[in-house]
């Protein structure tokens, strides 16, 4: 009784005193978001159900007494306490908990219909006027009111401008994932002290109109579109789809409109007189994951291919978990199972990509799919010459006398040869979509289950936006639906993303779900202003890109404001992904290559990764020369073994589609850049660097030189010092000055700040 009173008495100290609240706005979401899954209608924990009007009738709720009510002391209690609710997800917000006491004080009204309001998310986005403001000097863009108007209301200010290197360094990193030379460094710090903002945005305009744009954006689109370069599962055979992955690349770089860049890759061949390249880009759905095992059911294999594409296109266009209304209606969320297979019945037309050779033979399921070639063809004449040749000359291979040493060698050498000309004169290829001819009947699953087929249904959009797709029922219906204005989740959506790409963390933190159990959005009106301009402006990323890094909002200096960071009142810092974090050393060390497009490239890994049981047995080549210092875009990803050190860094096998990666903090890590091959040919290559390209061979001219090829700003006189002493310490112990500059260049690539944006 008295830890009850205590509770009280404190909650009471930090909650507004009881007002009037309005039960289907405030206090039935959040019943409904934090409480349903274990007290609804599906299930109720101790006897208790809070979506009825019945739930007043338990101990949890007595009407005018918050004291005495047993949801709102547990609601209340701090997170380690074991009575503490809700027991799964986050705590209840202090403004929820202000609601709920003051619904209760009220005496609980339960209106006997409730009419709760739709989930913001699924209203149309309406731009909202500019917040008034009192620092009228410090927006740069319409984004940055809206972020000063809720700092001010908090009492608080925004972050100073990061410094002008610091600043440099952030955008080339955001916007072409690489880092800046010392000499566009110094450029810009001249050009940023006469002109600030003008400076800002020409660098912006420069890196937006770069090729490597398309390279560092591609990245995060291809963890939608869960490509790689196997099919995974066991047997995980390499095939061809890097022809989508140069799609993604060029369409970026060219500004492709997304609603655009959205209808190609659901149905680009679907679309009249359709390009190849608008074939290529279904290449979105043609990267899900294929079961070829032996006895694998080619017909539970394909269903599996179509139920990843349905819960693929929720969660990149929707923001939406569908997965559960496979089996049944979805519990938060206003999607019915028919909802479910009514989008499902959208992509049950294509091809098959797998079936038995032998209809009575279990293990003979082989990939099956066509590719489409990217070649112009001509070359089956040739192929049809070669080929015969080549088999006539391994069977007297065979059967040569191993006592004729020299003819066989001989005849090895022509082989060789042979199969050179052979893979030259194949045409490359990658995986597309195909419609059948006659459409498949479609049904709603029992349970989910395949095999229990029930009522027949139709290709349809979601209920609860009303409005369906229109024309027919086919995958370029629905592609056409999903960037419209019909569709108030899109927009939302897509520039979430990118400011979570640029900020680490979106308006709405759960990027992967817009949904009830998702956060609400940080800032509302900036969402919904964001969305309706990029709708209006034509749906292009770079200008939606420029304006969101030209804001002052995103030039503030990353220092650490803890109590204020989720209202923005600071500039991004976060580790880098996996990708770039390679890409930044081979960089700095002045290996990079910047070759784009083609075959999938192998840089040194461990060896005997990819030996495997059942399906092909490849070999892991390194590749020859610049090849392996391609940017991580371009490294083979085979599911069943991804490149190591991009997994030490969070990068993800891809086996479905990825919204957003995790950033942990591991051992590991800090033992891939001292320890793996490659990060120790960059730190080589980086001393070579530092001695050829330094100003001067003084050993502090060194240092400050090597400190700005890596970081772009100017070292501290602490950070100078401790980097004298290491190389001085490291001269004296060894006698040789290329050990003392690769302790150096070590500790500087191993520094936190050069794996992270500032």
């Keep these: 009784m008295f830890c009850r009173c205590l509770c009280f008495a404190l909650l009471s100290l930090v909650l507004p005193s009881a007002q009037a609240v309005d039960f289907a706005k405030d206090v039935y979401p959040v019943l409904q978001r934090a409480c349903f899954e274990c007290h609804g209608p599906e299930k109720q924990k101790g006897e208790l159900r809070l979506d009825t009007k019945a739930a007043r009738d338990h101990r949890a709720i007595v009407p005018g007494k918050p004291e005495a009510s047993d949801l709102l002391r547990r609601v209340s209690l701090p997170s380690d306490d074991k009575d503490a609710m809700p027991k799964r997800g986050d705590r209840l917000k202090p403004s929820a908990i202000a609601n709920l006491k003051a619904w209760i004080a009220e005496g609980a009204p339960w209106p006997d219909k409730l009419e709760a309001p739709p989930h913001w998310s ?4 309406v731009r909202p006027a500019l917040p008034a403001i009192k620092n009228k000097a410090w927006p740069q863009t319409s984004i940055d009111p809206f972020i000063l108007a809720k700092l001010e209301a908090n009492g608080l200010e925004p972050s100073p401008k990061a410094e002008p290197a610091v600043l440099l360094r952030r955008l080339s990193l955001d916007l072409i994932g690489l880092p800046p030379t ?22 912006v305009d420069h890196l ?14 291809l963890d939608l579109a869960r490509y790689a370069d196997s099919h995974g599962y066991q047997r995980d055979d390499l095939r061809d789809i890097w022809g989508y992955r140069d799609w993604v690349v060029n369409a970026l770089n060219t500004d492709m409109p997304f609603d655009q860049f959205t ?25 899900t994951p294929t079961n070829v095992e032996a006895g694998t059911e080619p017909e539970e294999s394909r269903i599996n291919q179509v139920i990843d594409r349905v819960n693929t296109t929720g969660a990149v266009w929707l923001g939406t978990t569908l997965e559960c209304a496979q089996c049944h209606n979805h519990k938060y969320d206003p999607f019915t199972q028919r909802d479910y297979y009514g989008l499902l019945a959208y992509f049950n037309n294509t091809e098959k990509e797998a079936e038995r050779t032998n209809p009575k033979t279990p293990g003979s399921i082989q990939f099956t799919g066509i590719p489409l070639a990217l070649g112009k063809g001509g070359n089956e004449p040739l192929l049809a010459k070669l080929k015969p040749q080549l088999e006539a000359l391994q069977q007297k291979i065979e059967g040569a006398d191993e006592a004729d040493k020299r003819a066989l060698g001989i005849m090895k050498k022509q082989a060789a040869a042979l199969q050179k000309r052979i893979a030259a004169a194949k045409a490359p290829s990658t995986e597309v979509m195909r419609e059948l001819p006659a459409p498949r009947m479609s049904t709603v699953f029992k349970r989910g289950e395949y095999t229990a087929p029930g009522d027949p249904i139709t290709a349809a959009t979601p209920a609860i936006f009303q409005a369906k797709a229109s024309g027919s029922s086919t995958r370029l219906a629905l592609a056409r639906w999903l960037v419209s204005a019909d569709n108030p989740l899109t927009a939302r959506v897509t520039v979430n993303r990118w400011w979570a790409e640029l900020f680490g963390q979106g308006i709405v933190s759960t990027a992967e779900d817009f949904g009830i159990k998702g956060e609400s959005p940080s800032h509302p009106e900036l969402l919904d202003w964001l969305a309706v301009e990029f709708m209006e402006s034509g749906w292009n990323m770079k200008p939606m890109l420029k304006l969101i890094v030209t804001s002052a909002a995103y ?6 404001k803890p109590e204020s960071a989720a209202l923005l009142s600071r500039g991004p810092r976060f580790r880098m992904d996996a990708e770039m974090i390679r890409d930044n050393a081979l960089s700095i060390a002045g290996l990079l290559s910047l070759k784009q497009g083609g075959e999938p490239i192998r840089p040194p890994q461990p060896d005997g990764l990819w030996k495997k049981v059942g399906g092909q047995d490849y070999k892991y080549e390194v590749s020859p020369g610049s090849e392996q ?10 599911r069943g073994s991804p490149y190591p050190s991009f997994m030490n860094f969070d990068a993800s096998a891809r086996m479905a589609c990825v919204v957003k990666r995790s950033r942990s903090n591991t051992p590991l890590q800090a033992l891939t850049l001292l320890n793996d091959p490659v990060y120790v040919e960059a730190t080589k290559a980086f001393v070579a660097r530092i001695v050829k390209e330094s100003p001067s061979t003084d050993a502090d001219a060194r240092i400050t030189h090597a400190f700005r090829m890596a970081l772009s700003r100017q070292p501290s006189s602490k950070e100078h010092s401790v980097l004298k002493r290491l190389w001085e310490v490291q001269l004296d112990v060894t006698k040789d000055e290329s050990s003392a500059w690769y302790a150096v260049a070590s500790a500087i690539l191993n520094l936190d700040e050069c794996i992270t944006k500032n």
């Excluded at 699924?122 to 986005?125: G, R, S, V």
């Excluded at 209808?263 to 608008?278: C, H, K, M, R």
């Excluded at 030039?555 to 650490?560: A, F, G, L, N, R």
Aim: proline content about 5%.
């Design 122 to 125: 699924y209203l149309k986005p």
């Design 208 to 221: 937006l109109a770069s090729k490597e744009f398309g390279v560092r954006w591609a990245r995060p689109w």
């Design 263 to 287: 209808i190609e890759q659901v149905a680009g061949d679907l679309l009249p007189n359709a390009t190849t390249s608008q074939i290529i880009a279904t290449g979105f759905h043609r990267c």
């Design 182 to 203: 010392v000499a566009e460094v110094e450029a810009f710090e001249r050009d940023y002290g006469q002109h600030p903002q003008a400076s800002v945005e020409a660098v």
């Design 555 to 560: 030039q503030q200096s990353s220092h650490m």
């Design 629 to 638: 210092h391609r940017r991580g875009l371009y490294v083979v990803l085979k």
